[in-house]
C-alpha cells in the first residue's frame, strides 16, 4: 500500500531507541525526512539515515533550541511525540518536585513542540500529530504512578486539541503500547523481578501469561501503526487512543 507521504517531513522525539527509532525507520521507509530528536544522537549518526538533533526534553533551553532549529528548516508534516517514562514509584510519597520534572519532560514539553509544529501546519492544512502514550492511560499499571498520571493528562490534552485544528486537515492521536519488547521494557521487568526477589526470565513468563496474543509486541509493529497514522489514508481518523497491546487490556 502506497501511504502517499513519501517528500513529507517528519520530526520524531525520543528516536535513539526503543518505538521512537522503531517509528523514524518506519517513516524513513515510506519516503518521509526525518528528524531525529533525541539525548543521545551518537548512535544514529553512523548507522541511520536520519537527520539527528540532540534535545533533552526535561530542559526547556533546549527545547526552545530544538523549535528554532525545526522551525529554521521549515517545519514539519509529521510530529511524533514520544518521550521517557519517570522511574517507576507507588503514588504515596512522591515529591512535589517529582511530580514537577515529571510534567515537564513528558508533558510541558511535547506541548511547547507540537504548538510550534502546528503553525507550519495550519498554513498548509495537512498535519499529523502522534503521541506516544501508556496503556497506563486506561488501566493504571502498579507502581508507575507519576507515569500513569502525567501520561492521563497528556491524553486529555490530545483529545482536546483534535477537536480543535481538525479543520485545518490536522489530524491528532495517541497509540498506547502495551508489552512491547523495548529496553524501557526490560528495565521496568528487571525492576521488578529485584522487587519481588524473582528471575527477570519469570517475571517475563507471567506477564506473557496476561497477553492474549502470548508474547510481547515487536517495536515493529507498534511502528506500523504509527505509520499508518502519519498517511493520507487515516485523514479521518482523529481524537482516537489506539492500543497495540496484543489484548492485554480487558477493558472498555
Do not use: C
Amino acid at each position: 500500500m502506497d501511504f502517499m507521504i513519501s517528500g513529507k517531513t517528519a520530526l520524531v522525539l525520543g528516536a535513539s531507541r526503543g518505538l521512537g527509532a522503531a517509528i523514524a525507520k518506519g517513516l524513513t521507509a515510506e519516503g518521509v525526512k526525518v528528524f531525529a530528536a533525541a539525548r543521545n544522537v551518537s548512535a544514529m549518526e553512523e548507522t541511520e539515515s536520519f537527520i539527528p538533533i540532540s534535545v533533552d526534553l526535561s530542559d526547556a533551553a533546549s527545547v526552545a533550541a530544538l523549535i528554532a532549529t525545526i522551525k529554521a528548516a521549515g517545519g514539519v508534516d509529521i510530529l511524533v511525540n514520544n518521550s521517557g517514562g519517570p522511574k517507576a514509584g507507588p503514588a504515596v510519597g512522591q515529591s512535589k518536585d517529582s511530580w514537577t520534572n515529571a510534567f515537564e519532560s513528558m508533558a510541558t514539553s511535547i506541548f511547547a513542540v507540537t504548538d510550534a509544529m502546528l503553525e507550519g501546519m495550519i498554513d498548509r492544512k495537512w498535519g499529523r500529530i502522534i503521541t506516544i502514550g501508556s496503556s497506563g492511560v486506561v488501566q493504571p499499571i502498579p507502581n508507575l504512578a507519576l507515569s500513569n498520571g502525567v501520561r492521563a493528562a497528556v491524553s486529555g490534552w490530545s483529545k482536546t486539541l483534535a477537536g480543535e485544528v481538525a479543520r485545518h486537515g490536522i489530524t491528532v492521536n495517541m497509540i498506547l503500547p502495551g508489552r512491547i519488547d523495548t529496553d524501557r521494557v526490560r528495565e521496568l521487568d528487571a525492576g521488578r523481578a529485584e522487587k519481588t526477589a524473582n528471575t527477570v526470565e519469570a517475571v517475563q513468563e507471567a506477564s506473557r501469561a496476561e497477553i492474549p496474543a502470548g508474547r510481547y509486541g515487536k517495536p515493529e509493529e507498534f511502528a506500523a501503526v504509527a505509520v499508518f497514522l502519519a498517511s493520507e489514508h487515516a485523514s479521518y481518523v482523529t481524537g482516537s487512543a489506539i492500543r497495540v497491546d496484543g489484548g492485554m487490556i480487558r477493558g472498555a
